[in-house]
């Protein structure tokens, strides 16, 4: 079975919860599992580059029999091998062909060209979506709240303001129904401008801040969406958010809400820690559904 050598069409960022392709390719792995790739697929992947959003739960579906998705990894392949989670390379690099890989236990029954229906857990997939479009908005907030702690010209984010999140950010986790994002606050930050010293006496002020920005935006009902110019598991995506004062964009692989009116409330709340030698924030975002 040759590997394949165009990307996985992917449905999710649409915000699809099933889809309907046809096996292209069965990788045995060496735990046992199978890596079942398909033409075209709803199922959002984790990335190991940047494991923000975790994968969906659900199934495949051929004729009467379901083959429950026990996870599900960006893979990559040049043609000659397929690392499944473990690619040498970004994803959407150039002569790579990039795929959802759906992590099965027992493959039997599957073959190429086998037709499958794709489905998604929607609990799941909706908490993560709020989650995922509740950290965007809470990193704009942030780097609002923080601007003017900064003495120095930094490159902006989509709002004007200073892109602290883009500049200190460690890790992001996306959790159904919130966020945690990681920050680091170094000798470099400091060099760049940022007055580290004033974060602590001044977090409440920040939080607040924050705060009301989140509540004025949920408050609008704006338009959420995924802008693409291409199918493909490796092309480039970006979040769009109607704001209002414009719509702002964020490059993102996850999925997301269609407006902020499915939102009840986000909060966010800042924790701050010496960490060798840094200052450490955690982002700590909670999406309330409406
Ligand atoms: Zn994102």
Same mark, same amino acid.
């Given at each position: 079975m040759s590997l394949p050598s165009i990307d996985t069409a992917v449905?999710? $960022?649409?915000?699809?919860?099933?889809?309907?392709g046809v096996v292209v390719h069965l990788e045995p792995l060496a735990d046992g599992r199978t890596a079942v790739l398909l033409d075209r697929t709803a199922f959002h992947p984790v990335d190991p580059v940047w494991p923000d959003q975790p994968a969906d739960g659900g199934e495949l579906v051929s004729g009467d029999r379901s083959y429950p998705v026990v996870d599900a990894v960006v893979g990559a392949t040049d043609g000659s091998v397929l690392? @499944? +989670?473990?690619a040498p390379v970004r994803t959407g690099t150039e002569g790579w062909a990039f795929v @959802?890989?759906?992590?099965?236990?027992?493959?039997?029954?599957?073959?190429? *060209?086998?037709? @499958?229906? @794709? !489905?998604?857990?929607?609990? /799941? !997939?909706e908490a993560l979506s709020a989650g995922h479009t509740a950290c965007h908005l809470a990193s704009l907030a942030l780097n609002e709240a923080l601007a003017d702690l900064w003495t120095k010209e930094i490159s902006v984010d989509g709002r004007g303001n200073p892109n602290f999140d883009q500049l200190a950010i460690v890790s992001s986790r996306i959790l159904e129904g919130g966020s945690v994002d990681e920050y680091r606050i170094g000798k470099s930050l400091r060099k760049k401008g940022f007055a580290a010293a004033e974060l602590a006496p001044r977090l409440d002020e920040v939080t607040a801040r924050a705060s009301?920005?989140?509540?004025? &935006?949920? #408050?609008?009902?704006?338009?959420? %969406?995924?802008v !693409?110019?291409? %199918? *493909?598991?490796?092309?480039?995506? /970006? &979040? !769009?958010?109607?704001?209002?004062? *414009?719509?702002?964009?964020?490059?993102? +692989?996850?999925t997301h809400l269609h407006s902020l009116g499915e939102l009840a409330r986000v909060t966010v709340r800042l924790d701050l820690a010496e960490?060798? *030698?840094?200052?450490?924030?955690?982002?700590?975002?909670?999406?309330? $559904? #409406?």
């Amino acid at each position: 079975m040759s590997l394949p050598s165009i990307d996985t069409a992917v449905t999710y $960022p649409d915000g699809d919860l099933t889809s309907t392709g046809v096996v292209v390719h069965l990788e045995p792995l060496a735990d046992g599992r199978t890596a079942v790739l398909l033409d075209r697929t709803a199922f959002h992947p984790v990335d190991p580059v940047w494991p923000d959003q975790p994968a969906d739960g659900g199934e495949l579906v051929s004729g009467d029999r379901s083959y429950p998705v026990v996870d599900a990894v960006v893979g990559a392949t040049d043609g000659s091998v397929l690392h @499944v +989670g473990d690619a040498p390379v970004r994803t959407g690099t150039e002569g790579w062909a990039f795929v @959802v890989c759906h992590l099965v236990d027992d493959a039997t029954g599957l073959a190429e *060209g086998t037709p @499958v229906a @794709v !489905r998604v857990g929607a609990a /799941r !997939r909706e908490a993560l979506s709020a989650g995922h479009t509740a950290c965007h908005l809470a990193s704009l907030a942030l780097n609002e709240a923080l601007a003017d702690l900064w003495t120095k010209e930094i490159s902006v984010d989509g709002r004007g303001n200073p892109n602290f999140d883009q500049l200190a950010i460690v890790s992001s986790r996306i959790l159904e129904g919130g966020s945690v994002d990681e920050y680091r606050i170094g000798k470099s930050l400091r060099k760049k401008g940022f007055a580290a010293a004033e974060l602590a006496p001044r977090l409440d002020e920040v939080t607040a801040r924050a705060s009301e920005l989140l509540a004025g &935006w949920v #408050a609008t009902g704006g338009a959420v %969406s995924i802008v !693409r110019e291409a %199918s *493909g598991l490796g092309d480039r995506r /970006r &979040w !769009r958010a109607e704001l209002p004062e *414009g719509a702002v964009e964020i490059p993102c +692989g996850g999925t997301h809400l269609h407006s902020l009116g499915e939102l009840a409330r986000v909060t966010v709340r800042l924790d701050l820690a010496e960490a060798e *030698g840094a200052l450490g924030l955690t982002m700590h975002t909670t999406a309330e $559904p #409406a």
